[in-house]
């Protein structure tokens, strides 16, 4: 079992910056595969990051690439997601989710999700 809690969201200003934190608690944490989802009222849920669980390989939706790192910190059980050059698009609540079955942009590869935490980006 694993338990992930997102913190960090919150208003920004368009340009602006957040960096979100996803604390997991349980055991084997440096196993999973880490992934940020996004989901905004009325629009399917996005796959945004991910991170692999050992080499720290990562992935990214295109329309974060460039404005977003993901990074994670075994030791802390912590994944963080760096938003930069936030766009009033970016505004949804964002997710964090773990996986022992590969690593991806795709929900249905993941088992544990947090309770996901709003970023909300306007002037």
């Known amino acids: 079992q694993l338990q992930l809690v997102e913190s960090g969201g919150g208003l920004v200003q368009p340009g602006g910056s957040l960096r979100l934190s996803c604390a997991a608690s349980g055991k084997y944490y440096s196993d999973y595969a880490i992934a940020w989802f996004r989901q905004a009222p009325g629009k399917e849920r996005e796959g945004v990051s991910c991170?692999?669980?050992?080499?720290?390989?990562?992935d990214y939706a295109d329309s974060v690439k460039g404005r977003f790192t993901i990074s994670r910190d075994n030791a802390k059980n912590t994944v963080y997601l760096q938003m930069n050059s936030l766009k009033p698009e970016d505004t949804a609540v964002y997710y964090c989710?773990?996986?022992?079955?590969?690593?991806?942009?795709?929900?249905?590869?993941?088992?544990?999700w947090g309770q996901g935490t709003q970023v909300t980006v306007s002037s």
């Open positions: 989710a773990a996986t022992v079955a590969g690593w991806g942009l795709a929900g249905e590869l993941y088992e544990y």
């Open positions: 991170i692999s669980p050992r080499d720290h390989n990562t």
